[in-house]
């Protein structure tokens, strides 16, 4: 009987023992789970023909998480963006926003990628309630694509409108497009034709790839029109040589991605005249300029800023919502409101960016300067 009570006894000092080492364990895992590091993929264009846009981006989502974990960070946890790289390829993205949610559990995305990219991943962030921020898409088919989808950069709708208005002050009557064939070229195309008062004569479109555009051009010449908009990236020397060896002398109206000095100085004379829109300097641009140039040693890239404030407006609305839960988030930033370095940056009921002013600007002596209206 007594060798039974210390066996009892024995089993008994085990179990308790192990209920409290599974208790320590199970408070150290909680500890470990609070402080561990708030993850957020990002899906960017690191390497490829678009490599100048997803670097730019990253260089300001890091800077942004440089300056929150220098803080408290996000509910008193450190952040940490897990890049991945789509080299602009939308099937590649598609690949890459499953994995981030089945692999990786993320329920938050930071698209710094085109609209490409950004409208294939869109329905799958919808279907699965993952919030997706975007820093680079700007085609208005984003605007439609459900309630979990926001973006820092103004849609093309607001760039057409711009466009279109600044044709009209000019007393513009005819105007022809010549768009990249892809939801950013379709979508400044169709807002610029449907808030023009005068007449689109034609409209011709052309492949990434595309480095001869004579056919659309002569076609554009035939037409004769007052402007021709030209939506393009890095085509535009080719399409502006081409346009002066052709003898065209319509006036030249650019989306903002032909507001490029780089491209303005591979085009030399061929783009003396050129008009490109561009999204309005914020009064807070100088200190992010500043903050960044100090940290770095270095000017921030173009579009560098919009990365910058999604970040921050991530941070904003997670700490309102004093939760990670992506829906608890939506709802956050639909009623959240910050001053960046984009300007204001706050949402419309389409998550849409909203309050972005643009200015124009004009090729004088191979150099932008602020056109008059």
Known sequence: MKNKNTILIGILAISIFIIIAGCSQSGHTTKVAQESPIKIGVIAPLTGEAASYGL??????DFAVTEINKQEGILGRQIKLIYEDSQADPKQAVSIMNKFINVNKFNIVIVADGSGSTTAVAPIAEATKTLIMGTLASTPQLSEMGDYIFRTVPSDSYQGIELAKFAENKA??????????DPY???IKDAFSSEFSGAVIVAEAFENSDSDFR????KIKYKNPDVIL???????PNILKQ??????ESALLGSETTKDQELVDIAGEAAEGLYSIFFAEPVDYQRYREKFSSEYGKEPAAYSDYSYDAVHVLKKAITKA???DP???KDSLYTTKMYGATGIVEFDRRGDAINKPFTMYEVVDGNFVAAAP
């Open 56 to 61: 730019a981006a990253k260089q300001g989502m």
């Open 172 to 181: 513009f009557k005819t105007a022809a497009i010549l768009y990249v064939n």
């Open 185 to 187: 070229g379709i979508g």
């Open 215 to 218: 056919t659309q051009l002569t």
């Open 230 to 236: 030209l939506v393009a990236r890095k085509e535009l």
């Open 243 to 248: 346009i002066r060896t052709l003898g065209i």
């Open 322 to 324: 004093g939760s990670l």
């Open 327 to 329: 829906t608890k988030i």
